[in-house]
């Protein structure tokens, strides 16, 4: 049996792709070595299904087959990424495809699962009766990501004067519409709803923005119309609509803004270039950080790591943020774990490695003959069969 899927991460095969961008795979230190410009060559890893590296098409197709050799533990509840994993179909193809095109397979029966159709495209999804659609899926975090080697952005003045700028409701309105059950604004470090969620500091971003004022602060920080250099993916829909939103904002705050859209695969490869944004680097880019559970604490969001050049993409130094994401590890309980995450999210206001644009619920869509889509923050295809 095939089981077909519309991927909106198409150039990662070699990685969970979730809708907050990658969730880096464990591999062997020879491959770990590798040069972040070049792609990983080998798949290596264990499961109920097998990457087929021959079939790969580069932005169209990857396709998997049931792994013969793999044995699902015995007995417990089937979970996200827990309990065993079984495996009802004998090969996956993720596919990617236009927006148009996707709703149109789908209804047509040509796949079987849409993983996350823009929100504009859900209504007319949900009115088709042969199609199940979970309006409240997975939930991510769209996040402005700073690059703190190059000015303007090395410059902690010029950081802090933009979180004026900043307007999480319109950010999430372009990305999820105005239906505001659907998204959340007043977002800090954490999601809502999470353990360590804490309003600490976050009158910064809300209230009325005030441009003129963001204005007079970029120019008393040092700002004087350097070219900001914006990175956007035009085949990830939400990320995109992020991306323009942010950018708006930004021009808003007479930024000279230089949008560079191009495909996702070619972002990402651009995220890890420390050259100067006129060398190929960059300044800004948006993304969306899956709330799924490692997320959710100051040691699973790898945004938040502040050591300089091993950080993730942006490298931010901050040694008040490495101390406090240090004395979480060496908390003796949860009333001090939520104490230092309070005080984390404060100096994230001072040191800003990152602006927080807001949190909105992700929607799916796939045939009914689909039984038992285990929901998440990817797709995952064990436990799923047709009935």
């Known amino acids: 049996m095939r089981f077909r899927l519309k991927r909106p991460f198409p150039h990662l095969p070699e990685a969970l792709a979730g809708p907050g961008g990658i969730v880096p795979a464990i591999m062997p230190e020879r491959l770990a070595a590798t040069s972040p410009f070049q792609p990983v060559t080998k798949m290596v890893g264990s499961g109920p299904y097998r990457f087929l590296p ?6 169209a197709r990857a396709a998997y087959e049931r792994f013969l050799l793999y044995r699902p533990r015995a007995g417990g509840p089937v979970g996200f990424t827990s309990g065993p994993k079984i495996a009802h179909f004998d090969r ?42 979970i309006p409240q899926y997975a939930t991510a975090v769209g996040i402005l990501r700073l690059n703190h080697l190059h000015p303007p952005f090395n410059n902690v003045a010029v950081r802090r004067a933009l979180l004026g700028a900043i307007n999480q409701a319109e950010a999430m309105t372009a990305v999820a519409g105005t239906d505001s059950t659907f998204w959340h604004d ?41 070219k900001i250099v914006v990175l956007g993916p035009t085949d990830v829909q939400p990320i995109r609509a992020l991306s323009l939103a942010g950018t708006d904002q930004l021009r808003r705050a007479d930024m000279n803004v230089d949008l560079q859209e191009m495909e996702f695969g070619t972002v990402i490869r651009r995220w890890f270039n420390q050259a100067a944004p006129e060398k190929g680097g960059w300044n800004v880019l948006f993304t969306l950080l899956d709330r799924s559970v490692p997320n959710t604490n100051p040691y699973g969001n790898p945004w938040i790591r502040a050591d300089g050049h091993a950080a993730f993409a942006g490298w931010p130094m901050s040694p008040r943020i490495e101390a406090l994401r240090t004395a979480w590890l060496d908390a003796a309980n949860l009333e001090d774990q939520r104490r230092i995450c309070t005080e984390l999210q404060l100096q994230l206001w001072q040191d800003v490695p990152y602006i927080p644009m807001g949190e909105y619920w992700q929607s799916t869509a796939y045939r ?10 990817f797709a995952v295809f064990w436990g799923i069969r047709r009935a």
């Open 92 to 133: 996956v193809e993720w596919l990617t495809l236009d927006p148009f095109s996707a709703m149109a397979a789908l209804r047509n029966g040509e796949i079987d699962w849409w993983e996350l159709p823009p929100s504009d495209l859900v209504e007319q999804l949900a009115r088709d009766r042969d199609l199940t659609v």
């Open 54 to 59: 021959d079939e790969h098409v580069g932005g």
């Open 368 to 377: 009914k003959d689909l039984l038992d889509v285990l929901p998440g923050c």
């Open 186 to 226: 007043g977002i800090g470090l954490f999601g809502t709803g999470t353990p360590f969620a804490n309003d600490a500091g976050i009158e910064v971003l809300r209230g009325p923005r005030d441009y003129p004022a963001v204005r007079q602060a970029l120019a008393r920080a040092g700002y004087n119309g350097e």
